[in-house]
């Protein structure tokens, strides 16, 4: 696969096995420094297995993820738009041979009708989810272009969707651009695994089975002007050690060939999913994806990580506080599923976390975490390398602070349960506290806009 050098990985995880304490310390401190590692850096970690050590990278992430971040998580909702597809990846619901599932291309005015049930409870970021078949007489790329106009479309009273990620099949930069025209937010793409064989076993058939083609689709979105990209693994498919080096040599890659990494990494685990006799071969446990987790925290500390609702509630809170800085809430991942009446069917996997919006906000809350819905950065077009080079010296921490406290006070006001309320006011005041006289003087200002019914304000 292009630029995954698998000897020298398999190289770098043979030469760090035995790493001892220092080793370990000495990584731990040059993280504390807020500086990316190295390849070599990164195995030393993932090498280690004793408790005590283990405990001293999951502190050393959480102190990295709160000097770069602060204490706010954002959060969004997929909107699945379509479960057809021409690939048959093994692991997927929506492979073309699956015959079990309901398949559904949603319509501009359904996707308008999801945005809105969405709008209702209290979401502001969608990522737009897609199955790699367009309906009949388009082209995938205007089916997106589509849908992310119906999603920006959408109002309910004042309120509407900031931001529109998108997953969806890798595309020409001509495609991209007219993506990039819709106002697309972050293009992620995720490689699913970075092991040549893997790749080939899993993609059997269908645009998908060519992994460089793939991997070049992040490359083009730069290329088309998209800066803010999403890269992520399938965890469970091939070995977890070997993705996450591999995964961190293609941000090496970006880096060199764009000045910038990805936006964000994605953490996927294979869930099981309807239709699909599918078992993980690499099946990573809890305590290795958590400390895959935290390792990539230190290793890549101004890169957004994200964690779906794939994962059960125990289980996501818990990561929290390893430096997760996005999550998924309340999703469904069936095209339509936002509909009250809605059957199970056409989903594309078993979703560990049901909560609701609003549990999820208060638990977030109850934890310390500020939940956030900003938009802020790419409203402001503080995107790619210019978002980079305020996240590098923590710059970036007061914006998101602020910026999730406007976005906490809208939502409380607007849509929280009274318990909800009760706790996020009382974490408002908390938070003030904390401020610098002009950062609670400003903020005192966006307050009194949002009780004259003023929205969408941000630093
Ligand atoms: N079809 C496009 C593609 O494959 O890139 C985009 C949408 S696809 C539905 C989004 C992601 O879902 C895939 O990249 C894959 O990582 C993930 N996925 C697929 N099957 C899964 C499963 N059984 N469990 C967890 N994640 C899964
Ligand atoms: Fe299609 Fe994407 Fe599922 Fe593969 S992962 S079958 S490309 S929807």
Redesign the pocket.
């Known amino acids: 696969m292009k630029y995954i050098d698998e000897g020298k990985i398999n190289g770098l995880l043979e030469k760090t096995k035995n790493v001892d304490e220092k080793e370990v310390d000495e990584v731990l401190a040059k993280s504390l420094l807020l500086q990316r590692l190295s390849l070599e850096d990164t195995a030393k970690l993932l090498s280690v297995t004793d408790g005590h050590l283990l405990e001293k990278i999951f502190k050393t992430a959480k102190e990295v993820k709160q000097r770069i971040y602060g204490n706010r998580v954002v959060l969004f909702a997929p909107l699945?738009i379509s479960?057809y597809?021409a690939?048959n990846?093994l692991?997927?619901?929506?492979r073309a041979d699956n015959r079990k599932i309901k398949r559904s291309h949603l319509t501009a005015d359904e996707v308008r009708g999801q945005t809105e049930i969405l709008l209702k409870k209290g979401h502001k970021r969608i990522l737009v989810?897609?199955?790699?078949a367009p309906p009949p007489s388009k082209t995938n790329v205007d089916y997106y272009v589509e849908a992310i106009n119906a999603v920006y479309a959408a109002r309910v009273g004042e309120n509407k969707i900031k931001r529109v990620n998108i997953?969806?099949?890798?595309l020409n930069i001509g495609e991209l651009k007219k993506l990039k025209d819709a106002g697309i937010g972050t293009l992620?793409?995720?490689q699913?695994t970075y092991h040549g064989d893997t790749y080939k076993k899993m993609h059997p058939r269908g645009p998908?089975s060519d992994p460089d083609n793939?991997i070049d689709g992040i490359d083009r979105a730069f290329s088309a002007g998209i800066d803010d990209v999403g890269i992520?693994?399938?965890y469970?498919l091939y070995d977890h050690k070997f993705e996450t080096l591999a995964m961190l040599s293609h941000v090496e890659h970006l880096e060199k060939a764009h000045n910038v990494g990805p936006h964000t990494i994605?953490v996927?685990?294979?869930?099981?999913?309807e239709g699909?006799d599918?078992n993980a071969p690499y099946e990573i446990s809890d305590g290795e994806f958590k400390k895959v987790i935290a390792i990539l925290r230190l290793s890549v500390p101004y890169t957004g990580l994200i964690l779906?609702t794939?994962e059960n509630p125990r289980f996501r809170d818990e990561l929290f506080d390893l430096g997760i800085s996005q999550i998924s809430a309340a999703s469904k991942?069936s095209p339509g599923g936002y509909n009250e009446s809605e059957e199970t069917s056409g989903a594309?996997?078993?979703l560990g976390d049901n909560r609701s919006l609003d549990e999820v906000m208060g638990t977030l809350i109850e934890k310390g975490f500020i939940p956030s819905f900003c938009a802020a950065c790419y409203r402001s077009s503080r995107t790619g390398e210019a978002f980079m080079n305020l996240a590098k010296p923590g710059t970036i921490k007061g914006k998101c602070t602020m910026n999730a406290l406007i976005t906490l006070k809208e939502y409380l006001d607007d849509f929280a349960s009274e318990d909800v309320k009760r706790k996020g006011y009382i974490m408002i005041k908390k938070e003030e506290e904390k401020l610098s006289p002009e950062e609670k003087q400003s903020l005192r200002r966006f307050y009194e806009d949002i009780d004259k019914g003023l929205r969408d304000e941000y630093v």
Not at 167 to 170: L, Q, R, V, W
Not at 268 to 273: D, N, V
């Open positions: 699945y479960n597809c690939n990846c692991y997927c619901a929506f989810v897609a199955g790699e997953n969806c099949a890798p992620q793409i995720f699913e998908k793939r992520g693994v399938l469970g994605s996927p685990r294979i869930e099981p999913a699909v599918f779906s794939r991942t594309q996997f078993v």
